[in-house]
């Protein structure tokens, strides 16, 4: 039975950092089932596990790969491995602006192995995800609507085969909302265009993100507001799970797992 290695959770050690992990490690159980599947909650232990494995599987946020991992995991990549990554990977540390309450994302040697870098996210909204034509997205129509975190990620390799864009000129947030960044560089050359998903080759084998996938529960939400097309009141709902109720999503991690 071939070896897949699953990390899901937030940091510090043990903390959920705003999203249902519990429910997220379950879903993607139960999507591994076809694999014998060792799981983490962080990367601390990665070296232990990735070398056996054909697949690893990264639902986090908070965790990101040290310089030498981002190494290691490349090196994987480059012989035959394949990395899901799914939703927070693409964030990992924030430092705090010096005089301010806010803070912004540090680019780390982890964004390189995984192609992404996580600027800031608007509040919770319904959006369209245009889907790519692909393997990786047959059985989802060409386009869908989604509740979720619309992620804006700017992409670290140009090479990469774009799988889920969607449509937006200007970042929504309120002024001081989530993250702070210098400069929107998630948006493509016409002004609006983002990509949400992407697999980047990596040798034999490859990366795969999707950007979509948030989901909280009562006790780990920290999201104040959302947007009033998910909630009339801007209150943000006791249980959120977005993308994971739909089968788009589903289908999509099916495609990327089975692929
Ligand atoms: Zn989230």
Redesign the pocket.
């Known amino acids: 039975m071939a070896r897949a290695h699953l990390v899901c959770g937030g940091y510090p050690a043990g903390a959920t950092a705003?999203?249902d992990m519990d429910y997220a490690r379950r879903r993607l159980l139960e999507l591994l089932e076809p694999w014998q599947t060792t799981v983490s909650n962080d990367f601390t232990d990665l070296a232990k596990y990735l070398p056996q494995c054909e697949l690893l599987v990264t639902y986090v946020?908070g965790p990101f790969l040290t310089p030498e991992q981002a190494d290691e995991v490349e090196h994987w990549m480059e012989t035959g491995g394949r990395w899901v990554a799914l939703?927070?990977t693409s964030g990992g540390k924030a430092a705090r602006i010096p005089d301010s309450k806010r803070r912004k994302m540090v680019r780390q040697e982890h964004h390189r192995a995984l192609g992404a870098f996580f600027l800031n996210?608007p509040p919770l909204a319904q959006f369209t995800v245009d889907v790519a034509s692909s393997s990786l997205t047959e059985g989802v129509p060409a386009s869908f609507d989604v509740q979720?975190?619309m992620?804006l990620i700017e992409v670290q390799d140009p090479s990469v085969e774009v799988l889920l864009t969607t449509k937006m000129s200007k970042d929504p947030s309120p002024e001081g909302f989530g993250f702070a960044y210098d400069k929107d560089t998630s948006v493509g050359p016409d002004g609006e265009t983002r990509v949400l998903g992407y697999r980047r080759p990596v040798g034999k084998g490859s990366v795969i993100y999707y950007a979509l996938?948030?989901?909280?529960s009562q006790a780990t939400n920290m999201q104040p507001i959302v947007d009033p097309s998910v909630s009339d009141d801007g209150r943000s709902p006791p249980q959120f799970r977005g993308p994971w109720a739909s089968k788009e999503y589903t289908q999509l991690l099916r495609n990327a797992l089975a692929a």
């Open positions: 705003g999203h946020a939703h927070g996210h979720d975190e992620y996938g948030h989901c909280h």
